[in-house]
């Protein structure tokens, strides 16, 4: 989303956060900082990963400007760094704006709680010409010539001339035989559908407009099980595609490398794409036109067992190239040397290298680096393997070699890269001949009987602690207590765990938000909507699973009866989250905030006692 509001508006404004707590980290943009009167633009506050739950956005518009639409949306990037996948979740709060009267107006700060505490981004200034007067140009062809008030008309679109412009060659994998839809519609495009397991492909989500230019507002990725993501660098520019005689805005929404993991027929989902322009939807309102991609399908096979080397893991699949190094060459025994390998290429670079094992050389594990990125649909780059080898035999060493064999898709063969490691001289260790001997160990059993000079009875027999039975009780007593001890201790910490964890469930978070709910609804209507509405969403996510706070408004209710949810729960639900909405901005006196309470109230008792389903 963020990648799309760049390119299709083309100013960004990043501001860092001024009053948001600690560990939070807070961007504020703006679409345009000059915009004319009826013109909609966008504000976004972006907090990266949050410490705990992001809801409520608020943005308070100056006289003159009204806020059209707004929105809160979840981010997920996965990136790759030693060999780990390391997840990032970001949220965007987005607001349309349309200004009624020119002038410099100062906005926001926009506003969102974070983990029940408020957190603002930064002030941001925006100046309103009057209708008409705004400079064109300066976004580069072809947006200067698209779904501007007094824009030139250009061929193939509403309005336009008859002779065929010089435009920019598009991208081939723009071009399709026909369009879906002579408004506007989106595409998901693999290339290649069919591959082997670790094998990359390419995937895009194109939008296509035949009414000139628009904007994105909201976007949603294709789902993807089974595959590993990169995200691609690729272009995301518009351009003029001719399908069928007419002529679509075409560009780049997303596009990624994936990495399947398994074979199989893998899926990868929908994605859909919200338009914006003055042929699309209502800018005035903020509203556009969604449009949703076809799911595509994926072929996984495992590559072919003939001339498949020996020692060939599954998934290494690319064009790959092994280096190293040794240091010292010359080492006494016992000493060790650093091996560092590098291992770079195309493809799904492998995390492991098979090692050379031999007797009296240990290899530890190693310290790894990588700098991998995806570029016009090809993820390359390297990765680092620092070992430190013991070597515990005396004279010349030779280390081997490291060997890694692929399957390289676009020879259709195997191949295998090769890094001799060479020899090392070991000498022996001068300190090893030089240690003394250890003593000789005494008879442990001498002495413990005396000497006898002629035969007779036995001597008295001495008594020992051991013989009696009082010690050996003592003894059994000193284990059994800390058994004991060790389990009554986990039992104590079993059930401390339960106990939290039943507070950490959502039901159990929403019964609570319910009882501040009714503490605050005498002096403090705002918050006590603010608990009422978190005790919903709680009590949603605990019987049916849907975060709703992640879902639009207005996609809610047939996203609840979707999940079995009484359809008349459902539209009491809805209503209930809008007059919580309209209760925190707005205000209200206290019997208003008692009924939102007593609604909410009576909708948590409803999802607790099974009471909510078709």
Same mark, same amino acid.
């Given at each position: ?14 501001? %860092? ?84 009267k ?16 408020? /957190?603002r ?75 082997? #397991? ?53 560009? @780049?929404v ?29 800018? @005035? ?5 969604k ?18 080397? %020996?020692?060939?893991? #599954? ?20 000493? &060790? ?19 050379p ?5 240990e ?9 991998l990125? *995806? ?66 160990e ?20 001495? @008594? ?8 050996? #009780? ?6 059994? *207590? ?6 009554a ?11 939290r ?17 009714? *503490? ?21 996510? /605990? &019987?049916?699973?849907?975060? &709703? ?27 209930? #989250?809008?007059?919580?909405?309209d ?14 309470v007593? &609604? ?8 607790a ?6």
């Open positions: 989303m963020r990648r799309l509001v760049e390119a299709s508006l083309g100013v960004v404004c990043l501001v %860092a956060a001024a009053e948001a707590h600690a560990q939070v980290k807070l961007e504020t943009r703006v679409s345009s900082q000059r915009v004319e009167v009826g013109e909609p633009f966008r504000i976004e506050l972006e907090v990266k990963d949050p410490p705990g739950d992001v809801q409520n956005p608020s943005l308070a518009a100056p006289p003159g400007l009204t806020v059209r639409g707004r929105g809160l949306m979840p981010q997920t990037s996965v990136m790759f760094f030693n060999g780990r996948m390391q997840k990032n979740v970001s949220y965007i709060a987005s607001w349309t704006l349309v200004a009624s020119p002038g410099s107006y100062r906005i926001g700060p926009p506003a969102l709680e974070i983990d029940g505490k408020l /957190s981004g930064n002030v941001v200034p925006v100046e309103v010409l009057p209708q008409g007067t705004k400079p064109r140009g300066g976004l580069g062809f072809p947006f200067d010539f698209f779904g501007m008030p007094g824009a030139p008309a250009f061929p193939g679109f509403p309005g336009g001339p008859d002779l065929e412009p010089e435009l920019p060659q598009y991208p081939p994998e723009y071009s399709l035989d026909r369009a879906k839809d002579a408004l506007a519609f989106v595409v998901t495009k693999a290339k290649p559908t069919e591959v082997v #397991l670790g094998e990359g492909l390419r995937v895009d989500v194109i939008a296509y407009g035949g009414r000139g230019d628009y904007q994105g507002i909201q976007s949603t990725e294709p789902s993807r099980d089974g595959f590993i993501a990169y995200d691609s660098k690729d272009d995301s520019r518009g351009y003029i595609v001719p399908i069928g005689g007419n002529h679509f805005v075409a560009k @780049r997303n596009s990624w490398v994936l990495f399947p993991l398994r074979t199989g027929s893998l899926k990868i989902g929908s994605a859909s794409f919200e338009f914006l322009g003055r042929n699309y939807g209502d800018p @005035r309102k903020g509203v556009g036109l449009r949703e991609s076809e799911p595509i399908t994926i072929i996984v096979r495992d590559p072919p067992l003939e001339g498949r080397p %020996a020692g060939y893991r #599954l998934g290494d699949v690319g064009r790959f190239r092994i280096t190293a190094s040794v240091e010292p060459r010359t080492i006494t025994e016992g000493a &060790a040397v650093s091996v560092a390998v590098k291992l770079e290429g195309t493809g799904n670079v492998p995390s492991s290298l098979p090692l094992g031999q007797n009296g050389v290899w530890a594990e190693p310290a790894k680096s990588e700098h990125e *995806a570029i016009e649909g090809k993820v390359q780059g390297y990765r680092t393997f620092n070992y430190v080898v013991k070597v515990d035999r005396v004279g010349s060493v030779d280390l081997g070699e490291i060997a890694l064999s692929y399957y390289d898709p676009e020879k259709r063969r195997y191949e295998v890269t090769r890094a001799a490691l060479g020899k090392v001289q070991v000498q022996p260790d001068p300190n090893k001949a030089t240690r003394p001997t250890p003593p000789e005494a008879d442990p059993l001498r002495g413990l009987l005396p000497a006898r000079a002629e035969l007779g009875e036995g001597a008295e027999p001495v @008594r020992h602690l051991a013989d009696r039975s009082g010690f050996w #009780l003592a003894l059994l007593f000193g284990p059994l *207590a800390v058994l004991g001890l060790g389990a201790t986990r039992l104590g910490r079993r059930l401390l765990e339960q106990r964890q039943r507070r950490e469930q959502p039901m159990e978070r929403a019964s609570r938000e319910l009882d501040r709910a009714k *503490a605050a609804r005498a002096k403090e209507p705002s918050r006590a909507a603010a608990s009422a509405e978190r005790a919903v969403l709680l009590a949603i996510e /605990s &019987a049916t699973a849907l975060k &709703a706070r992640g879902v639009l408004r207005s996609e809610l209710g047939r996203e609840l009866e979707r999940r079995e949810v009484k359809p008349e729960l459902s539209s009491q639900i809805v209503e209930l #989250l809008d007059r919580c909405e209760l925190r901005f707005s205000g209200a006196p206290p019997e208003v905030a008692n009924q939102v007593d &609604a909410a109230s009576e909708i948590v008792h409803a999802f006692r099974g009471r909510w389903k078709s």
